[in-house]
Every structure is written in structure tokens, then in C-alpha cells.
């Protein structure tokens, strides 16, 4: 089986939007909309290997606290496994956001299927956290994820894998945002551990 998953923020724009639009006086917010799409290898544990398109819209609203550093998002995540599966996330993200780097958390629910990798379907939660460094329109971001899953199936036992992680699964990421205003382009490098194999891929992200 080829587990194909999304990790979270796979250079997710929007992460990182600045709000803009004044709120109650101390909030600041703003809604966005950000397309995405990413070109994958999955490589399964018995060395099989596919390449898929994942491809989504992503919705929700950022916001800052003014009289703090604190800003997060809250975003509902709609993704295609092309040619079959699709992933659906609920989720909210926090952390310090400065003018030249930032550290953000959060939770992550999730179901997704891929019924092209045989991939059963099954609920989730990422738990991610995403550091970038640079000023506000042009930076660089790392980041990791650990995921519970509600499927045993599909659990990593990590006692029979070579990969280091921690969870039921285990995800890193690489890329860069660029950002003019409302428009922002990322570009990011991804990889996953599952239980059914390691999914590897490169992603990009437009957004206004």
C-alpha cells in the first residue's frame, strides 16, 4: 500500500499572511484564498513507486493580536489525490510572528482516502509546528508534523522502519514564500513517512 498524505502546510500559503483589516480595536484579520498543487513520488515499502498530482483550495482567515506578536489562522483544506483519494482538513494555527522570523503551532483534523494507492479512509490529527526565517516578503520555512490516526491499519511501527519519527506518522517540510500584498508564491520540498511506504514530493502554492 502507498499512503499518501498531505503535510501540513507542504509551504501551505497563507500560513504567514499578514492581517490587514483592523478588528474590535486590538485584532487585526484578514480572509484569504489560496489554490495549491504538488507533483509527488510515492514509494511504497515493497519498492513499488508512482507518481501522483494533488491538487486543492484552501480557505480561511489570519489574524494578529497588535498589541502582541501572537498570529495564527484558522483555514478549512479541500485537496484532490489525482487520479483517485482526496483529503479534507479543519484546522487552526498560533505562534510569534516578528518581522524577520516566526514559530507557529497548531492542530490539524483531517479524513482523507486515495483510492488509486489503496489507501482506506480514516480520520486524523496533525499536530504541526512551522518555523520561517527572513523578512516578510521573501523567506525560507522548516517544518514537522506528527500525526495520530484512528486507523490502526494505518499506524507506523517504527520499530520495523529505519526512518526516525515519532507518531503514527511523521512528516518534514522545506520551501520559500515570496509575497507582494495580497499575492504569494511558495515553492517547498516535502517528505512523509506511513505505514505503507514514504511519500516524497515538490509543491507550489499561489495565493491573493
Not at 495549491?36 to 511504497?44: D, E, F, I, N, P
Not at 489503496?118 to 509546528?129: E, M, N, R
Request: no cysteine.
Amino acid at each position: 500500500m502507498i499512503a499518501v498524505l498531505a503535510l501540513v502546510g507542504a509551504a501551505e500559503a497563507g500560513f504567514l499572511d499578514k492581517p490587514r483589516e483592523p478588528f474590535r480595536g486590538r485584532y487585526a484579520y484578514a480572509p484569504y484564498v489560496d489554490p495549491y498543487g504538488s507533483l509527488g513520488l510515492y514509494r511504497a515499502s515493497n519498492g513499488a513507486s508512482a507518481i501522483g498530482l494533488n491538487l486543492g483550495l484552501e480557505g480561511g482567515v489570519s489574524y494578529k493580536d497588535l498589541e502582541s506578536i501572537l498570529a495564527g489562522k484558522t483555514r478549512a483544506r479541500a485537496g484532490l489525490f489525482l487520479p483517485g483519494g482526496y483529503d479534507l482538513r479543519l484546522g487552526s494555527f498560533l505562534g510569534p510572528v516578528t518581522e524577520y522570523w516566526s514559530v507557529q503551532a497548531g492542530v490539524d483534523p483531517f479524513y482523507n482516502v486515495n483510492t488509486n494507492f489503496q489507501l482506506d479512509g480514516s480520520f486524523g490529527v496533525d499536530f504541526p509546528v512551522v518555523a520561517t526565517l527572513g523578512p516578510q516578503n521573501a523567506y525560507l520555512l522548516v517544518g514537522v508534523t506528527s500525526a495520530w490516526l484512528a486507523d490502526t491499519d494505518r499506524r507506523v511501527d517504527w520499530d520495523r522502519r529505519q526512518e526516525i519519527g515519532f507518531g503514527h506518522e511523521f512528516g518534514w517540510q522545506l520551501g520559500g514564500m515570496v509575497q507582494s500584498g495580497r499575492f504569494h508564491m511558495g515553492l517547498s520540498y516535502s517528505r512523509r513517512i506511513t505505514a505503507g511506504g514514504v511519500m516524497q514530493g515538490l509543491g507550489a502554492t499561489i495565493g491573493f
